[in-house]
């Protein structure tokens, strides 16, 4: 079974700093897609990046980007610029090629809790 | 607009007392699922469903029930709650195959207390 790891339950830094959320995974897929979502005090789950295994260059979306290590099954989030709006929980999560049946399903991590400060 | 709604949001009851969260896409997705966040935990996955009328269990099914009699409907049921089951609940709905990559929705989430 797929298992995915953020080791960093609480983060914070200072607003327009550049902060990296860590998330590693375990999996004997070749092809995969991973994801990083953001939970703000709202609770809704905001999809923020998403990146396929089989695709080398990395993600980026705007301030997001991610570094994006297949080999070392390594997946981490880095946001630049950070503002106070980033404040929030931030999950990364994994699927398996949606070719099998039930494979939508998302393996969530821990969670990573985010605070920007002014 | 696409949107995934559930029902109630917050909800405090007492163990024992049979609950139902409903859960309802106006996507057309044929996949649905039912998850729970747990701080430490992240969102683990309860049941899910392919289509109508084919559910399965997820990674935590232990006191829950489905159902999916229609495409756009899939209702959480807790038949006898009990304290552990004090969580924070959300629906999601997926195309299926290839497009669950670009579209992924979920829920707005229901806080449930168990006392």
């Known amino acids: 079974a797929q298992t995915v790891t953020q080791s960093q339950p609480e983060m914070s830094v200072q607003e327009a700093e550049t902060v990296t959320l860590s998330c590693t995974y375990d999996?004997?897929?070749?092809?995969?897609?991973l994801f990083w979502y953001k939970q703000p005090p709202s609770r809704q789950m905001i999809l923020v990046i998403r990146?396929?295994?089989?695709?080398?260059q990395n993600a980026t979306e705007n301030r997001f980007s991610v570094n994006f290590q297949k080999a070392a099954k390594s997946f981490s989030l880095k946001i630049s610029d950070s503002q106070l709006g980033d404040t929030a929980m931030y999950f990364c999560?994994?699927?398996?090629?949606?070719?099998?049946?039930?494979?939508?399903?998302?393996?969530f991590g821990q969670g990573t809790r985010l605070t920007i400060n002014p | 607009e696409a949107q995934v709604t559930q029902n109630p949001r917050y909800l405090i009851t007492v163990t024992g007392k049979k609950l139902t969260v409903t859960c309802s896409q106006n996507?057309?997705?044929?996949?649905m699922s039912w998850y729970r966040q747990d701080p430490g935990l992240g969102l683990r996955q309860i049941y899910y469903?392919?289509?109508?009328?084919?559910?399965d269990k997820g990674d935590v099914p232990e006191g829950y029930k489905v159902s999916r009699k229609e495409k756009r409907n899939f209702p959480l049921i807790l038949e006898s709650p009990s304290p552990n089951q004090t969580s924070l609940y959300f629906c999601?709905?997926?195309?299926?195959?290839?497009?669950?990559?670009?579209?992924?929705?979920f829920g707005p989430g229901t806080r449930l207390t168990v006392l």
């Open positions: 999560a994994f699927m398996k090629p949606p070719l099998i049946q039930g494979a939508q399903k998302l393996v």
């Open positions: 999996t004997s897929e070749s092809n995969y897609y």
């Open positions: 990146q396929e295994a089989y695709k080398q």
């Open positions: 996507m057309n997705h044929e996949y």
């Open positions: 469903s392919m289509n109508v009328e084919v559910t």
């Open positions: 999601a709905s997926f195309p299926m195959g290839r497009h669950a990559y670009n579209e992924q929705f």
